[in-house]
């Protein structure tokens, strides 16, 4: 038999892009291709990519220059781009890197194995189509490819168009995949020793998608899934705000498999930035949905993204925000300055002072970080559920993630990653928590 061809592939962005490339290994798998963790054994190496920042996507122009004399030595490497990057920016990618051989974007990457054979016959390959099949249905099945947990993408675009962004361009509009596709998708996940399953979508929480008996919002979804024996917790990310429906906000007091954590991403607590983000909603709209969802489940733990420096921020607009977050409390938090993204909105108007925007992320992370420090230290003297994903690097030691997220370290010694155990909390270190198991 020959020996099996190798990818070496890396991920940029979100989780999307997470569940993307597992999907696209196994796309290549059914080319006889195994993942490798180095570049220089490679035969193909695949770059999904995130536009979501400048940052982000310049970072795919350094990468490609590093993949150069890989290439040089070993002509026949094929060097393929992916992702966000690959979906705005076409085969402009190639004209500025002539050593990439396909580009895909994420609505076509189920062509993985036909394109493979085109380039394989010495050609390029440039598809960024929103094709009329559903790429999932076009899939292999399942693996369980990172041990107890999974990702399950249930959704994927946005039609939010906030001022910013780039993912209504890049994701397109937004599409739910269908109920029993998803169901039978995690009963796969779980025969495969998945405990967890975490469902995702540019607006996870917009999921409507055919049910049996008609639509079904990602409450009904929830329910349906938790009654899968053997599952044992269910998250979702990303939510909107402007789709927390009422039976979403009930399932987190009453299904008990629904985990007590939730990313609801506000941005800014300015009314006046809102309104120029065309979030939809304003602070106090934000308030009131907190109150709702804490009055469900009141140990819930709120995360959230914010922008700072976005165009016409003033000190009061960014005061207001500090105080958004003073009167929430949150878990964690995701932050970032402004980057002007070409073809959005926002990306015209005149920009903040970089020294400004710094100076206010330096003092808005310092806050996130104090109220994440808290969160972690309340955990201390509770009992929490953790389920175990490997071993830690103590011996005898595991990690795993409690109902809330956290990463857990407890001694352990006859455990094995999918134990999902009773655990003490005991101390709070800088980024995860340690523990005794009861
Ligand atoms: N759909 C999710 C977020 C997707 S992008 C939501 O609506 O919340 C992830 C995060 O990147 C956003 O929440 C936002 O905080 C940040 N982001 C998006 N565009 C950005 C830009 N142009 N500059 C800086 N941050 C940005
Ligand atoms: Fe981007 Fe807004 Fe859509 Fe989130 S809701 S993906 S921030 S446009
Ligand atoms: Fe980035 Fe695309 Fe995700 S732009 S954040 S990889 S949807």
Known sequence: MAEAKKLFIKTYGCQMNVYDSERMVEAMGAEGYVTTDSVEEADMVLLNTCHIREKAS?????????????????????????GCVAQAEGDEIMRRM?????????????RLPEMNRKMQA????????????????????????????????????????????VVPYTRGAEVSRAAAR??????????????????????????????????????RLVRELARIDGLERIRYTTSHPNDMEDDLIAAHGDEGKLMPYLH?????GSD????????????????????????????????????????????????????????????QSYSFKYSARPGTPAA??????????????QELQALLLAQQRAAQTAMVGREVG????????????????????????????????????????TESGPNSLGGVRL
């Open 58 to 82: 310049e970072k795919l122009y350094s990468d490609l220059g590093r993949l150069r004399p890989f290439k040089e030595a070993k002509p026949d490497l094929k060097i393929g781009v992916a």
């Open 98 to 110: 002539p050593l990439v051989d396909l580009v895909v974007g994420p609505q076509s990457y189920h």
């Open 122 to 165: 010495g050609g390029k390959v440039v598809d960024t189509e929103f094709p009329p099949e559903d790429k999932f249905a076009h899939l292999p099945e399942r693996k369980a490819l990172r041990g107890p947990v999974a990702f399950l993408t249930v959704q994927e675009g946005c039609d939010k168009f906030c001022a910013f962004c």
């Open 182 to 219: 998803l169901l039978a998708e995690a009963r796969g996940l779980v025969e495969k020793g998945v405990r967890e399953i975490t469902l995702l979508g540019q607006n996870v929480n917009a999921y409507h998608g055919t049910g049996e008996d008609g639509d079904w919002g990602l409450a």
């Open 264 to 268: 609801l991403p506000v941005q800014s």
């Open 272 to 331: 006046r930035i809102l309104r120029a983000m065309n979030r939809k909603h304003g602070r106090d709209q934000y308030f009131r949905l907190v109150e709702r969802i804490r009055a469900a489940r009141p140990d819930i733990l709120l995360s959230s993204d914010f922008i700072v420096g976005f165009p016409g921020e003033t000190d009061a607009d960014f005061a207001d925000t500090l105080d958004l977050i003073r009167a929430v409390g949150f878990g």
């Open 348 to 361: 015209e108007k005149p920009a903040v002072a970089a020294g400004i925007a710094d100076e206010r992320l």
């Open 386 to 425: 953790v389920l175990y994903e490997k071993a830690g690097r103590m011996a005898g030691q595991m990690v795993g993630k409690s109902d809330h997220l956290h990463a857990v370290h407890v001694v352990d010694p006859d455990a094995r990653a999918g134990d999902l155990v009773r655990v003490r909390i």
